[in-house]
């Protein structure tokens, strides 16, 4: 079982173990979820893309007004004393989560966890199984899914209480307003046709630091990459799907709804390049905690 006993938390200028970190009940955070975040992983115990999630930061700042009431290079500094303090605690094959918090109250929390590869890794052996929820994505002209507030997390988290109150295995894939294939719960999605990757409009989806490195990934291999809006009867004409976050990975779907996926080929190319890049396989390191009790 993964044990976040020991991991240090910054809270509002102090360094506390995790399990001990408070904010007020009070905070805006807490109350009317008025906050932003990013995250950002380490693989094989150092970090990568923290840069772009940086970025993403200043943006989602930017967008709600909430301010991070830190420089970017303090924000660093902290990581760097967070990790200092936190990669002792790993084990083999365990990687950090680190999260990133500002509240409308003013209170920062930068937070890292062990991330539990034993959630994803039996999907990493069957695929995963998707469902389409009959809740809709928020329409782009209420609420900007390209960045990261809780208020947008939640209409994802909801669509996945729906589909588990059927399926507790499965996860959820919205349409939007158009009936297009939008994003699920915390994930991008693409789909693979011969030589073709395709993905949904990023006006119309958080464009997340994956997504954007299995894009680059898929042009250096020579495959053509679309997006596009993708309609629920066009997945009869692709032969492979995966979905893409800093948790997830790269993760193969083995249906959605009930249309089959049966070829993962091109997905572990992507996989295997990727991995390159992060200088660690990154499905080896899922599946090590295949048996794991979570």
């Given at each position: 079982m993964i044990s976040n006993k020991n991991i240090i938390a910054y809270i509002?200028?102090?360094?506390?173990?995790?399990?001990?970190?408070?904010?007020s009940i009070l905070d805006l955070g807490f109350t009317n979820s008025e906050m932003i975040y990013d995250t950002f992983?380490?693989?094989n115990k150092k970090v990568f893309f923290l840069k772009e999630h940086l970025e993403r930061l200043v943006l989602s700042s930017k967008y709600t007004g909430i301010n991070l009431n830190l420089s970017i290079k303090s924000i660093k500094k902290i990581i760097e004393n967070l990790?200092?303090?936190n990669l002792k605690f790993l084990?083999?094959?365990?990687?950090?989560?680190?999260?990133?918090?500002?509240?409308?109250?003013?209170?920062?929390?930068?937070?890292?966890?062990?991330?539990?590869?034993?959630?994803?890794?039996?999907?990493?052996?069957?695929?995963?199984?998707?469902?389409?929820?009959?809740?809709?994505?928020i329409p782009p002209k209420?609420?900007?899914?390209?960045?990261?507030?809780?208020?947008?997390?939640?209409t994802l988290s909801l669509a996945r209480e729906e589909i588990w109150k059927f399926d507790r295995t499965a996860n959820a894939i919205l349409l939007d307003e158009n009936k297009n294939i939008n994003e699920g719960n915390g994930f991008n999605i693409f789909f693979i046709k011969n030589n073709k990757v395709l993905t949904p409009k990023s006006q119309y989806v958080l464009p997340g630091v994956t997504r954007e490195k299995v894009i680059q990934i898929s042009k250096k291999l020579n495959l053509k990459v679309i997006e596009k809006n993708i309609?629920?009867?066009?997945?009869?004409?692709y032969d492979e799907c995966f979905v893409t976050a800093t948790g997830w990975g790269i993760c193969s779907v083995k249906s959605i709804n009930r249309k089959?996926?049966?070829?993962?080929?091109?997905?572990?190319?992507?996989?295997e390049r990727y991995s390159k890049l992060v200088g660690i396989n990154i499905v080896n390191q899922y599946l090590n905690f295949l048996n794991v009790r979570k």
């Amino acid at each position: 079982m993964i044990s976040n006993k020991n991991i240090i938390a910054y809270i509002n200028g102090s360094y506390v173990k995790l399990e001990k970190a408070k904010i007020s009940i009070l905070d805006l955070g807490f109350t009317n979820s008025e906050m932003i975040y990013d995250t950002f992983r380490t693989f094989n115990k150092k970090v990568f893309f923290l840069k772009e999630h940086l970025e993403r930061l200043v943006l989602s700042s930017k967008y709600t007004g909430i301010n991070l009431n830190l420089s970017i290079k303090s924000i660093k500094k902290i990581i760097e004393n967070l990790l200092k303090k936190n990669l002792k605690f790993l084990n083999k094959n365990e990687d950090l989560w680190c999260f990133m918090r500002f509240t409308r109250s003013n209170s920062v929390v930068i937070e890292m966890r062990k991330l539990n590869f034993s959630n994803y890794a039996p999907f990493y052996k069957e695929g995963l199984r998707l469902h389409v929820p009959k809740l809709r994505r928020i329409p782009p002209k209420y609420l900007n899914p390209q960045y990261k507030n809780s208020s947008s997390y939640f209409t994802l988290s909801l669509a996945r209480e729906e589909i588990w109150k059927f399926d507790r295995t499965a996860n959820a894939i919205l349409l939007d307003e158009n009936k297009n294939i939008n994003e699920g719960n915390g994930f991008n999605i693409f789909f693979i046709k011969n030589n073709k990757v395709l993905t949904p409009k990023s006006q119309y989806v958080l464009p997340g630091v994956t997504r954007e490195k299995v894009i680059q990934i898929s042009k250096k291999l020579n495959l053509k990459v679309i997006e596009k809006n993708i309609k629920l009867e066009d997945m009869k004409k692709y032969d492979e799907c995966f979905v893409t976050a800093t948790g997830w990975g790269i993760c193969s779907v083995k249906s959605i709804n009930r249309k089959i996926f049966y070829n993962r080929n091109k997905t572990k190319k992507i996989q295997e390049r990727y991995s390159k890049l992060v200088g660690i396989n990154i499905v080896n390191q899922y599946l090590n905690f295949l048996n794991v009790r979570k």
